[in-house]
Antibody, heavy 117, light 111 residues
């Protein structure tokens, strides 16, 4: 059974930093492009970032460029999202998922990030 | 980048069918999309990959009553024999040069 388990979400002050993690099991992690997708309270899904199988390519939505960094450790079957200079509008549930074009798309259960003073 | 347009809501009676539409923006009518379901309070779930030809491949465990079809820039998700657990938000997704885009989602209500 494929499992993607996110962690690291919490309450953080505006301007603060946070690192999210996603632990993968049940799939050959190193062969999948991976994504972070977020959902603000009461809103729809928004793609945030993705990373190529070997980490050599990373893509970001414009609103997080220069503030967020996606990374992965294939030896640990783990995906990360370093979030700096956090803003209130970054408040959301953050989901780890295999990229949409993969033949089997898997989603994690999500982790909540709240940016508030 | 492509833009995906979805109706905000749809409703149908228990046991009937509902057809959801996702429209690709001009110049992107041949793009492949994915459909995802999000039940209330839960994480999204992948339903299927749908091509411009109308061919689709469903994810593991997706019930038979879910099917896909295409016409021009429109991509459809049809849910037959609607069940109470099908009451959810449905999102389409596409990608271009490894940039991913989601539609705004359609909320399906089972009457």
């Amino acid at each position: 059974e494929v499992q993607l388990v996110e962690s690291g979400g919490t309450l953080v002050q505006p301007g603060g930093s946070l690192r999210l993690s996603c632990a993968a099991s049940g799939l050959t992690f190193r062969t999948y492009w991976m994504s972070w997708v977020r959902q603000a309270p009461g809103k729809g899904l928004e793609w945030v970032a993705n990373i190529k199988v070997d980490g050599s390519e990373k893509n970001y939505v414009d609103s997080v460029k220069g503030r967020f960094t996606i990374s992965r450790d294939n030896a640990k079957n783990s995906l990360y999202l370093q979030m700096n200079s956090l803003r209130a509008e970054d408040t959301a549930v953050y989901y780890c998922a295999t990229a949409g074009w993969t033949l089997d798309v898997y989603w994690g259960q999500g982790t909540l990030v709240t940016v508030s003073s | 980048q492509p833009v995906l347009t979805q109706s905000s809501s749809a409703s149908a009676s228990l046991g009937s069918s509902v057809k959801l539409t996702c429209t690709l923006s001009s110049g992107h009518s041949t793009y492949i999309i994915a459909w995802h379901q999000q039940q209330p309070g839960k994480a999204p779930r992948y339903l299927m990959r749908l091509e411009s030809s109308g061919g689709y491949k469903k994810g593991s465990g997706v019930p038979y009553r879910f099917s896909g079809s295409s016409s021009g820039a429109d991509r459809y998700l049809t849910i037959s024999n609607l069940q109470s657990e099908d009451e959810a938000d449905y999102y389409c997704e596409t990608w271009d040069n490894n940039i991913q885009v989601f539609g705004g989602g359609t909320k399906v209500t089972v009457l």
